[in-house]
């Protein structure tokens, strides 16, 4: 059951992990209710949704209530914390665990992070299998809340480190949203330009809108310009001409999955941004939290790409509204994601360092470090 609560601009959460005016996700207090600001009403409404079954948070991740790996990865963090308290009268509860962790991997299939979440909680749950439900519930919550700060405090670690490679002045070209609303809070890609902001460097946003769902156009400006940052949206095809004309300094976007290559998936359109980088000597770089890392993937190629409804295209919808903007019966492809090659990558930002030049040697030694 999923109760819905109007709020206006409040968060819900009397103490937002995040320490931010709105949030992707929270757990509740109690550890009975998620609350998820529901990403595909922005920036018209901002509601949150109160959710108290883990089913029903497998669905606002596949509806992409909540989007974003590193936010996806910490939604299924606190779902389980649901699940685990659904399983009270459950005779296997590492059964009970297992299918809802199986039901949450099932939503979107390339976000790294949220197979890194699952797994951590698992884990978690399978060394405390024996104690009382509510023991349980409060262990796994703990767990949950302390993996979404960590998230935020990569963030801000990832956002230092990319700042400094930065322009003194100049445009950043962003595409699709990998801000505070993609992660537990501040943003990966978003978090460097917030932090070269806040180093005093003088730099202004171009925002790609992202086509089919817009994230670029409704959240990453929504997000900037309620921080003051400038910003300009653009139609993802006016890319090349803006670059041509020298109007893209830098480019910074976000990551779904990196593999051991240093191949990166992000949302489809991004490999399109960096061959034109390429074309045109501008800086191409990623942010990403180690929980995107998936040295397990051994190239880009092994990388799964979500395919989503082609609907998404040629309905686009926003609240109650939907379009038809195609001769009905006709299709459409729409995978969510591209892989941009390593080459095509100046640097890659986590939170345990820079990897640059980007491949399987500089995430090696990173790795090392442990997490
Ligand atoms: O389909 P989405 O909106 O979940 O895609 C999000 C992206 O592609 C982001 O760039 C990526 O998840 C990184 S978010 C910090």
Same mark, same amino acid.
């Given at each position: 059951?999923?109760?819905?609560?109007?709020?206006?601009?409040?968060?819900?959460?009397?103490?937002?992990?995040? @320490?931010?005016?709105?949030?992707?996700? /929270?757990?509740?207090?109690?550890?009975?209710?998620?609350?998820?600001?529901?990403?595909?009403?922005?920036?018209?409404? /901002?509601?949150?949704?109160?959710?108290?079954?883990?089913?029903?948070?497998?669905?606002?991740?596949?509806?992409?209530?909540?989007?974003?790996?590193?936010?996806?990865?910490?939604?299924?963090?606190?779902?389980?914390?649901?699940?685990?308290?659904?399983?009270?009268?459950?005779?296997?509860?590492?059964?009970?665990?297992?299918?809802?962790?199986?039901?949450?991997?099932?939503?979107?299939?390339?976000?790294?992070?949220?197979?890194?979440?699952?797994?951590?909680?698992?884990?978690?749950?399978?060394?405390?299998?024996?104690?009382?439900?509510?023991?349980?519930? !409060?262990?796994?919550?703990?767990?949950?809340?302390?993996?979404?700060?960590?998230?935020?405090?990569?963030?801000?670690?990832?956002?230092?480190?990319?700042?400094?490679?930065?322009?003194?002045?100049?445009?950043?070209? !962003?595409?699709?949203?990998?801000?505070?609303?993609? !992660?537990? %809070?501040?943003?990966?890609?978003?978090?460097?330009?917030?932090?070269?902001?806040?180093? @005093?460097?003088?730099?202004?946003?171009?925002?790609?809108?992202?086509?089919?769902?817009?994230?670029?156009?409704?959240?990453?400006? =929504?997000?900037?310009?309620?921080?003051?940052?400038?910003?300009?949206?653009?139609?993802?095809?006016?890319?090349?001409?803006?670059?041509?004309? %020298? %109007?893209?300094?830098?480019?910074?976007?976000?990551?779904?999955?990196?593999?051991?290559? @240093?191949? +990166?998936?992000?949302?489809? %359109? !991004?490999?399109?941004?960096?061959?034109?980088?390429?074309?045109?000597?501008?800086?191409?770089? +990623?942010?990403?939290? =180690?929980?995107?890392?998936?040295? $397990?993937?051994?190239?880009?190629?092994?990388?799964?790409?979500?395919?989503?409804?082609?609907?998404?295209?040629?309905?686009?919808?926003?609240?109650?509204?939907?379009?038809?903007?195609?001769?009905?019966?006709?299709?459409?492809?729409?995978?969510?994601?591209?892989?941009?090659?390593?080459?095509?990558?100046?640097?890659?930002?986590?939170?345990? @360092?820079?990897?640059?030049?980007?491949?399987?040697?500089?995430? $090696?030694?990173?790795?090392?470090?442990?997490?």
């Amino acid at each position: 059951m999923t109760d819905t609560l109007r709020t206006g601009r409040s968060h819900p959460h009397p103490e937002p992990i995040s @320490g931010a005016s709105y949030s992707a996700a /929270e757990l509740m207090p109690g550890n009975r209710r998620v609350a998820l600001l529901d990403q595909r009403l922005l920036p018209t409404i /901002e509601r949150y949704e109160l959710i108290s079954r883990c089913s029903d948070v497998a669905t606002a991740i596949k509806t992409m209530v909540v989007r974003g790996a590193p936010a996806i990865g910490v939604t299924a963090a606190y779902g389980l914390v649901l699940a685990a308290g659904e399983a009270q009268g459950t005779a296997d509860f590492m059964a009970h665990m297992r299918a809802a962790a199986a039901e949450l991997l099932a939503t979107r299939p390339t976000a790294s992070n949220l197979a890194h979440a699952v797994r951590a909680m698992l884990a978690l749950a399978e060394t405390i299998r024996d104690e009382s439900v509510s023991d349980r519930c !409060t262990r796994l919550a703990d767990a949950a809340r302390e993996y979404h700060a960590a998230d935020v405090a990569a963030c801000k670690r990832m956002g230092e480190l990319g700042a400094r490679a930065m322009p003194d002045e100049g445009v950043i070209l !962003t595409h699709c949203n990998a801000g505070a609303l993609a !992660t537990g %809070g501040y943003g990966s890609a978003l978090g460097v330009i917030r932090a070269a902001r806040a180093a @005093g460097k003088r730099v202004r946003v171009i925002a790609c809108e992202t086509r089919p769902l817009l994230q670029g156009a409704r959240l990453t400006a =929504w997000e900037l310009s309620r921080d003051l940052i400038p910003v300009t949206i653009i139609t993802d095809s006016m890319v090349a001409q803006l670059m041509r004309k %020298g %109007g893209v300094h830098a480019c910074v976007v976000g990551a779904d999955r990196i593999a051991r290559s @240093g191949d +990166v998936a992000n949302k489809i %359109g !991004t490999y399109s941004i960096a061959c034109l980088a390429k074309a045109h000597q501008i800086p191409f770089d +990623v942010a990403a939290p =180690w929980s995107t890392v998936d040295l $397990a993937c051994v190239d880009g190629t092994f990388i799964p790409i979500e395919e989503r409804d082609p609907r998404e295209v040629t309905h686009p919808s926003h609240g109650d509204t939907t379009l038809s903007i195609a001769p009905e019966g006709v299709t459409a492809m729409n995978p969510a994601f591209d892989v941009t090659p390593a080459s095509l990558i100046r640097a890659i930002y986590t939170e345990r @360092g820079v990897v640059s030049p980007v491949g399987p040697e500089a995430l $090696a030694k990173l790795a090392l470090l442990g997490s």
